[in-house]
T-cell receptor, first 112, second 116 residues
Framework: NAGVTQTPKFQVLKTGQSMTLQCAQDMNHEYMSWYRQDPGMGLRLIHY???????DQGEVPNGYNVSRSTTEDFPLRLLSAAPSQTSVYFCASSYSTGVEAFFGQGTRLTVV | GENVEQHPSTLSVQEGDSAVIKCTYSDSASNYFPWYKQELGKRPQLIID?????GEKKDQRIAVTLNKTAKHFSLHITETQPEDSAVYFC???????????????FGTGTRLQVTL
C-alpha cells in the first residue's frame, strides 16, 4: 500500500496561473480532505468529500475547487493563483469520520 | 463551526521531564479528539486519540485526558526523549450541518523541544 500520494511535492506558480494538486489513496477510503498549513495557523480545512460525487466546503474554500469522480482520487484546483495561496497543502483520507486520518506527504506551493 | 484553541505555542523541556499540551473546543457536539505529531518537513501522524465517552486514554509514555464539561482535553508526555521534539496538533471532530460527515478542526500547534 502506498497510502496517500500527493503530486507534485514542490511547485512555483505565477500570480494568475491555474494548476491542479493531485491526491490519490489506495486504501479504499470514502473520506478525503484537503488542508493548508500556514505558520502559526495549524491545518485549515479547504474542502472535503464523503464519497465519489459528494464534496463540501471547509473553512477556507475560496479560490479552490474540488471534484471526486472516483473513490481513489481527490484533486484540488487553484483557479487563479494568488500570493495568499502560498502554503503547504496536505491531502488526507480516512475510512470513516471520527477515526484516524492518513496524510499525504504534502505539496509546498509558492505563488510569486 | 468548531473552534479549537491550543496552548502553549512553544514548549521546551529537559529530557526526562514531562510535557503537557492543552486544548479547548467550542462545540459540545464534538465527539472525537485526535492528537497528531509532525516532525520537521514530514506529514502529520496520529499518536493518540480519545472519544467523548472516555475520560482518559494511555499508550506507553503518552496519555490524553478529556473533560467534556469544561470542553478541554490535554496531551501528556512523560519521560520525554529528544525524538519527541516535533510540532503537536490537537483536533476536534464535529458533525457537519448536513449530518453526512464530521469535520476535523485543528489547533494551531505546539512546538515541543526536548533538550539534553
Amino acid at each position: 500500500n502506498a497510502g496517500v500520494t500527493q503530486t507534485p511535492k514542490f511547485q512555483v506558480l505565477k500570480t494568475g496561473q491555474s494548476m491542479t494538486l493531485q491526491c490519490a489513496q489506495d486504501m479504499n477510503h470514502e473520506y478525503m480532505s484537503w488542508y493548508r498549513q500556514d505558520p502559526g495557523m495549524g491545518l485549515r480545512l479547504i474542502h472535503y468529500s464523503v464519497g465519489a460525487g459528494i464534496t463540501d466546503q471547509g473553512e477556507v474554500p475560496n479560490g479552490y475547487n474540488v471534484s471526486r469522480s472516483t473513490t481513489e482520487d481527490f484533486p484540488l484546483r487553484l483557479l487563479s493563483a494568488a500570493p495568499s495561496q502560498t502554503s503547504v497543502y496536505f491531502c488526507a483520507s480516512s475510512y470513516s469520520t471520527g477515526v484516524e486520518a492518513f496524510f499525504g506527504q504534502g505539496t509546498r506551493l509558492t505563488v510569486v | 463551526g468548531e473552534n479549537v484553541e491550543q496552548h502553549p505555542s512553544t514548549l521546551s523541556v529537559q529530557e526526562g521531564d514531562s510535557a503537557v499540551i492543552k486544548c479547548t473546543y467550542s462545540d459540545s457536539a464534538s465527539n472525537y479528539f485526535p492528537w497528531y505529531k509532525q516532525e520537521l518537513g514530514k506529514r502529520p501522524q496520529l499518536i493518540i486519540d480519545i472519544r467523548s465517552n472516555v475520560g482518559e486514554k494511555k499508550d506507553q509514555r503518552i496519555a490524553v485526558t478529556l473533560n467534556k464539561t469544561a470542553k478541554h482535553f490535554s496531551l501528556h508526555i512523560t519521560e520525554t526523549q529528544p525524538e519527541d521534539s516535533a510540532v503537536y496538533f490537537c483536533a476536534a471532530s464535529y458533525p457537519s450541518w448536513t449530518g453526512t460527515a464530521s469535520k476535523l478542526t485543528f489547533g494551531t500547534g505546539t512546538r515541543l523541544q526536548v533538550t539534553l
